[in-house]
């Protein structure tokens, strides 16, 4: 299977194509309540993931909320 070049957070990395959001979201172990994604400039909303594919060249910045006070 061929891979893709994607920018994670500032970051080349290369995945597998054909890979969702959904599927980064669960590779990075990340829990989806608590993160907002965004792909090339559009947030993404969590019941999109699994309709958006990585493509070569993509920008996805991930974000984490952390509580405090």
Known sequence: MSKVKIFLNGEEKLFESGLTIKDLVNFLELDVK?????????????????????????????VSFIGGG
């Open 34 to 62: 608590k993160i907002a994604i965004e792909k090339n400039l559009q947030i993404i909303a969590p019941q999109d993931y699994e309709k958006e594919f990585l493509l070569d060249g993509n920008n996805i910045e991930i």
